[in-house]
């Protein structure tokens, strides 16, 4: 028994000491690219991107990127790749674009990069929240693209309320005038009370009607005021589910081991976050 009990404490004591050799990897080593509407930054680190964030980022999108690197590097801690991660630097990218709910003709959403990973001993998993590719051998890398959108918010929340006929995939931005449109369009029929030709339901997309439906029903002179004011709660309510989606998908990943993943929606991330918690039942 005094054998049995002295085999099992090395054990732990192995395992703790381990973690203690645990190389603690800096949030800034991988760099890291920002794209957003209004330019696409150099290829920097984090403590660059703290330093430079400015009003043209939206606070919803500054904070995960922070919280985001440290996952990262703390996943990479684990498993005792800081060092070589550090010497092949310039293999590595996490790329972060900010789509806002609407983008211009002449500035397009950013292309979605390709994150191809052919090592056995990694991962690569594609979804509309985040595309990673991840390799530990023969040189230690990271590839990935984290897409911080509002309309993917939107189109998460229609899904988990059942709506129907909601495109799977990464929900891509509207060109600009086109929120406003709908919107419009939306407070003629449902606020004003306007007859029209074919149901609202044929008229305007399942995301957006998620948020017309939920937004204050007031108008601003002769335009739905409501609705901006519900965007923008939304996002603030969506941020910490969102970025918790995105760290999931990031263990998920870690913790595979050669794995082609794929995610099409919401509904397929029900093993990675308590879609109830992710779930918006109000705005206001």
């Known amino acids: 028994m005094l054998r049995l009990l002295l085999f099992i404490t090395g054990i732990i004591a192995a395992g703790i000491s381990a973690a203690e050799d645990a190389t603690p990897c800096s949030p800034d080593i991988v760099p890291i690219q920002i794209i957003d509407r209004v330019q696409q930054s150099s290829v920097i680190t984090l403590p660059s991107f703290k330093v430079g964030m400015g009003s043209k980022r939206s606070l919803e999108f500054n904070s995960p990127v922070g919280g985001i690197m440290e996952h990262i590097a703390t996943r990479l801690a684990e498993e005792n790749l800081c060092q070589d991660i550090a010497k092949n630097k310039e293999h590595s990218l996490v790329q972060f674009v900010d789509w806002p709910i609407t983008v211009s003709k002449s500035s397009p ?50 899904m988990l309320v059942g709506a129907k006929n909601v495109p799977p995939g990464i929900a891509m931005p509207l060109i600009d005038g086109a929120f406003s449109y709908f919107a419009n369009d939306y407070a003629k029929s449902e606020i004003r009370g306007e007859q029209m030709e074919t149901p609202v339901t044929e008229r305007i997309s399942p995301d957006l009607l998620w948020l017309f ?50 995610y099409d929606s919401i509904l397929d991330a029900k093993d990675l976050i308590p879609l109830e918690e992710y779930k918006i039942d109000t705005l206001i």
């Open 109 to 158: 959403p950013a292309p979605v990069l390709a994150t191809n990973a052919h090592s056995t001993n990694g991962c690569q998993i594609t979804s509309p929240w985040l595309d990673l590719a991840f390799e530990r051998e023969p040189v230690p890398r990271i590839h990935a693209i984290v897409r911080w959108s509002a309309r993917q918010l939107l189109t998460d929340q229609a």
């Open 213 to 262: 439906r939920r937004s204050p029903q007031k108008l601003a002179m002769n335009s739905f005021g409501g609705a901006s004011d519900g965007l923008e709660k939304v996002q603030k309510k969506g941020k910490s589910g969102y970025t918790k989606l995105i760290l999931a998908l990031i263990d998920r990943c870690f913790d595979s081991n050669g794995e082609t993943l794929h």
